[in-house]
Nanobody, 130 residues
Framework: QVQLVESGGGLVQAGGSLRRSCAAS????????VGWFRQAPGKEREFLAA?????????DYADSVKGRVTISRDNAKNTVYLQMNSLQSEDPAVYYC??????????????????????WGQGTLVTVSL
C-alpha cells in the first residue's frame, strides 16, 4: 500500500494560486486513483478534484471549484498535483490528498460506492491572507 506525503506552501495571498504536491511511496502508484479533499473547521470534508488511475487521462472536479482547479499526475515521480487559482476567503481549510486502488477514480469510489479512499496524506492547513 502506498503512503502519501503532501508538500507545498500553506499560506496564500487572496487572489493568488496554490500548488500542492502529493508524493507517494510504493511501486504501484499508477494503479491508484487519487483525489484531493479539503475540510474547513466545523464543516464536512469536501471533495475537490480527482485524477484517474494509470495515465491520469480523466479528471473530475467539484462544481464549487471547477474552472480554477487542475489536478494532474506524474507517475514517473510518484506524484499528484493540485493547482488552485484565485484563492478566496472560502478556500482556507486543511487540504488532503487521498488514493485508492480499487476504482478508476475517487469519484466512482466515493459517490457511486460510498467507499472512502484507502490511503490519505497527512493534511496541510492552507490559509489565505487578505
Amino acid at each position: 500500500q502506498v503512503q502519501l506525503v503532501e508538500s507545498g506552501g500553506g499560506l496564500v495571498q487572496a487572489g493568488g494560486s496554490l500548488r500542492r504536491s502529493c508524493a507517494a511511496s510504493g511501486r504501484t502508484f499508477s494503479r491508484y486513483a487519487v483525489g484531493w479533499f479539503r475540510q474547513a473547521p466545523g464543516k464536512e470534508r469536501e471533495f475537490l478534484a480527482a485524477v484517474s488511475r494509470g495515465g491520469g487521462g480523466s479528471q473530475d472536479y467539484a462544481d464549487s471549484v471547477k474552472g480554477r482547479v487542475t489536478i494532474s499526475r506524474d507517475n514517473a515521480k510518484n506524484t499528484v498535483y493540485l493547482q488552485m487559482n484565485s484563492l478566496q476567503s472560502e478556500d482556507p481549510a486543511v487540504y488532503y490528498c487521498a488514493a485508492d486502488p480499487l476504482f478508476h477514480t475517487i469519484v466512482v469510489a466515493t459517490t457511486d460506492n460510498d467507499h472512502d479512499p484507502d490511503v490519505w496524506g497527512q493534511g496541510t492547513l492552507v490559509t489565505v491572507s487578505l
